[in-house]
């Protein structure tokens, strides 16, 4: 069950970033993707031409950060440890980016660290609740001894 619930979700991230229009996906239900066997490798490097103040942009990247903090909560339901969360987190957003490239689309290491938002933000949280966890069980156990 866990492992289904996980491969179904990585595959609609798959889907949201390969298909050939995310709009048409998203609006018509249009799920399309055209093949490009020779990509070009250079624009997943490029780190400067984007509109980094345009609302639309920024909820765009939100987005990244929102899918992949779930897929890193999905990770943790299976593997538990948040070292093992975060590599293969990062791993499938590397993934994603670098297979946009195979479909027409702009994969970008700059995306790939916008996953990553999403990715820290989900092990800051597991962090901090198992901290507040542990902080409480120690102070119950003291309150009891008492």
């Known amino acids: 069950m866990k492992t289904a619930a996980i491969v179904t979700y990585m595959g609609i ?3 949201l970033t390969c298909t050939e229009n995310i709009h048409n996906l998203l609006n018509y239900y249009d799920l399309r993707f055209q093949w490009t066997g020779q990509p070009d490798f250079k624009p997943f490097f490029n780190l400067t031409d984007y509109p980094f103040s345009s609302p639309g942009y920024l909820r765009q990247k939100a987005g990244h950060a929102f899918c ?3 897929l890193a909560a999905f990770f943790h339901w299976i593997f538990k440890r948040l070292n093992t969360v975060f590599l293969f987190s990062v791993a499938y957003a590397s993934f994603t980016e670098i297979a946009q490239l195979f479909f027409s689309r702009t994969g970008c290491l700059l995306d790939v660290c916008y996953d990553s ?3 820290l933000l989900f092990i800051f949280i597991g962090k901090s ?3 507040m966890d542990r902080s409480k069980s120690k ?3 003291n309150s009891t001894h008492h």
């Open 13 to 15: 991230l798959f889907c």
């Open 68 to 70: 992949f903090f779930w």
């Open 117 to 119: 938002v999403g990715i």
């Open 129 to 131: 609740l198992h901290y």
């Open 139 to 141: 102070w119950q156990s």
